[in-house]
């Protein structure tokens, strides 16, 4: 791990045109070799996209893992690139400034599902104002440090485990630090409710409108993904939700959810088809991974 962290190190000063088609090479050898990850992605396309072609998905599929493999590499400038460089390959949206006093005048949770560009709207926003999110301690000790310094080398931020609870997240965003959440993974039946995701019912952790709820947090969108021509990054701010979540958490959770597969069929490559989105089914029905 330590000769993979001084390879990103030494990655970081190419320029990013470079950068990128070199994490697309490795993408696509990765799509060649990964067996296992290449069917959940294709699985997950059959079933959120049936009405695109087989070669279709299949395509799409590649260009994930292009997109994935690119994404990391490019965390090398993320990093350590100096801020006034970030600051030219990172194009805000929609006025080219970030909404700083709009999510620290009150409570604001930072709605951001897993595109795979997700670490640059977290920086975008590290540069501006600090924040806090829910941290996955790494398994490898340098790569937990490299990682942890890279997402703090700007304003502070406080980053919780899973193993912290809810308490100190409540306690972040009545002290209106904004609480940058990602929401949209597969963590079991535990506080989370069957909805639908691209007509697919899906475990989805309610998490996003009870917390709204009990600190009166404001809901504000935020997705970052690739400008083209490997120019950079779009982060994208969208308007706070209005009335949410209301008094119905799995409307609200429905909602959510449908905001996601929006912004999904926008950037289709970008999302993060890797993951078991449908591994816990509902009434015992049978996986849906499963090879056949």
């Known amino acids: 791990m330590k000769l993979t962290l001084g390879l990103m190190w030494l990655l970081h000063w190419l320029p990013l045109p470079l950068l990128g088609r070199f994490g697309d090479a490795i993408g696509t050898l990765l799509f060649a070799t990964l067996r296992s990850r290449r069917h959940i992605a294709l699985t997950n396309l059959r079933l959120c996209l049936p009405e695109l072609t087989e ?3 299949v395509d799409i599929a590649h260009r994930h893992f292009q997109a994935y493999s690119r994404s990391v590499w490019e965390r090398a400038v993320l990093w350590w690139a100096p801020e006034a460089r970030l600051k030219r390959l990172i194009q805000i949206e929609p006025n080219g400034v970030i909404p700083v006093a709009e999510m620290t005048d009150k409570p604001t949770i930072l709605l951001c599902p897993h595109f795979v560009c997700l670490d640059v709207a977290g920086a975008s926003i590290a540069m501006e104002a600090s924040a806090s999110s829910m941290y996955v301690t790494q398994k490898n000790a340098a790569f937990d440090q490299v990682l942890r310094a890279g997402r703090a080398r700007f304003k502070p931020v406080k980053l919780f485990t899973r193993q912290d609870g809810i308490k100190p997240i409540l306690r972040a965003l009545r002290d ?7 929401p949209d993974m597969d963590f079991g039946e535990k506080d989370a409710e069957f909805v639908p995701f691209f007509g697919v019912e899906a475990a989805t952790l309610t998490a996003t409108a009870r917390i709204a709820a009990t600190t009166g ?22 308007p706070v939700w209005d009335n949410y979540p209301g008094d119905d958490m799995v409307a609200a959770t ?7 597969e929006e912004r999904v069929r926008e950037a289709p490559a970008e999302y993060f088809w ?3 989105r449908f591994k816990t ?3 015992g ?6 090879k056949k």
């Open 55 to 57: 070669a279709e998905r």
């Open 254 to 260: 429905r909602r959510m959810n449908q905001f996601i």
């Open 217 to 238: 947090a404001q809901v504000m969108p935020v997705i970052a993904t690739f400008l083209p021509n490997y120019q950079g990054w779009r982060v994208k701010f969208y």
């Open 274 to 276: 890797t993951h078991k």
């Open 281 to 283: 089914r509902p009434n």
């Open 176 to 182: 209106k630090l904004p609480y940058f959440m990602l």
């Open 285 to 290: 029905e049978p996986s849906l991974y499963s």
